[in-house]
């Protein structure tokens, strides 16, 4: 039984608007949260945009409990600043209980530790990464990768851990999926009860669906996809979007229905799109699908999914619920 938390459902940059307080305006971060054996909720969070810094009021909040792992692993899909700016508020950084894995990809041949130590440093920032109290340790993932994750939500080699958390599956592409260096998009899979999630953001699909995603996903329970553009902003010859990394809920589909997922959640929203207009999105695209359900993503979504199906769904946030 697998909890997905959504914290920040934007992509490109933040926004405050009044009109998008009910999708919510943070940037991308996705927690993925199970009980572990000893009663103890373990987080697994993709992406630290600025949907990261509440997660980590939250987390913060139970360091003297044990609710909470205070030992977790963190998976940067890239490191464009819409999945890195919440990084540097993050209050688990800031406290010596903290043990974190950071995962991502080889960026200029250095892991993702070192562009997170460029963001934290005088005269940009006032402190250090250096001098961060959690205890770090950063890997480099790539392209067919596979891993566990243990109960004590750091990652193992599969032989090492035969009772883990989560499985997880590392697919690649370069660009011109996303400029310039591409992404990494994961596969997390709870062993217990199967269920499985494919997290494809930042990408632009292709013709006839992206082969390579409709691959790596075949038969997921869930896929988060983004969802940046609409169909006749991918086509705009005054303000051109095609090339920049993004796809359009009909890309999004065509990848979820070749891929026999049971459940779309569009993801990585336009920060122009403001709550009418992705209530105009989920009216036109959502009917008709057959055997795919489309969910929309909002700031505070909360979906546990059993054996590939949905348990419950909730909102973990007053006042902005859809
Ligand atoms: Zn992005
Ligand atoms: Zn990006």
């Known amino acids: 039984m697998m909890t997905i938390n ?3 459902v934007r992509g490109s940059h933040p926004t405050a608007d009044v009109a998008m307080a009910a999708y919510g ?10 009980v572990n054996g000893q009663g103890i909720k373990v987080p697994l969070i993709i992406d630290a945009g600025s949907g990261l810094i509440k997660l980590g009021y939250a987390i913060g909040s139970k360091l003297l409990t044990n609710e909470y792992s205070k030992t977790f692993t963190m998976l940067f899909t890239h490191l464009h600043p819409d999945h890195t700016e919440g990084f540097n508020f993050f209050v688990p950084n800031f406290s010596p209980f903290c043990k974190i894995c950071i995962l991502g990809m080889e960026t200029l041949r250095e ?16 402190i250090e990464y250096k001098d961060l109290k959690s ?12 891993f566990h994750i243990s109960q ?55 013709i006839g669906g992206d082969v390579r995603v409709i691959s790596f996903a075949a038969d997921a329970d869930v896929m988060i996809h983004d969802t940046q553009y609409t169909e006749e902003e991918y086509a705009s010859p005054t303000q ?3 090339g920049f990394g993004h796809s359009t809920y009909a890309m999004a589909i065509e990848n979820a229905k070749k891929a ?39 700031e505070g979504l909360s979906i546990t999914f059993k054996e ?5 769904q909730d909102s973990f946030l007053s006042g902005f619920s859809k």
């Not at 499985?167 to 690649?172: G, N, S």
């Not at 592409?173 to 009860?193: C, F, M, N, T, V």
């Open 260 to 298: 026999r997922v049971k459940y779309l959640i569009p993801f990585h929203y336009n920060p122009r799109h403001n709550d009418t207009l992705l209530d105009s999105m989920k009216t036109k695209y959502a009917e008709n699908l057959r055997d795919l359900t489309m969910l929309m993503s909002y």
């Open 135 to 146: 205890l770090r340790r950063h890997g480099v993932l790539s392209d067919g990768q596979r």
């Open 111 to 126: 892991n993702v530790g070192a562009v997170l130590k460029g963001k934290m440093m005088p005269p940009t920032f006032p």
């Open 152 to 206: 004590e939500g750091l990652p193992v080699s599969i032989a090492k851990e035969p009772d883990p958390l989560f499985e997880v599956q590392v697919m690649q592409a370069y660009a011109p999926s996303h400029p310039q260096q591409g992404a990494l998009y994961y596969k997390i899979r709870d062993p217990e009860d199967n269920t499985t999630l494919a997290c494809i953001w930042d990408i632009e699909s292709h």
């Open 25 to 34: 305006g943070n940037t991308s971060c996705v927690e993925v949260v199970k």
């Open 308 to 312: 590939g199906d949905i348990l419950h």
């Open 240 to 242: 051109p979007v095609q």
């Open 6 to 8: 959504f914290h920040g």
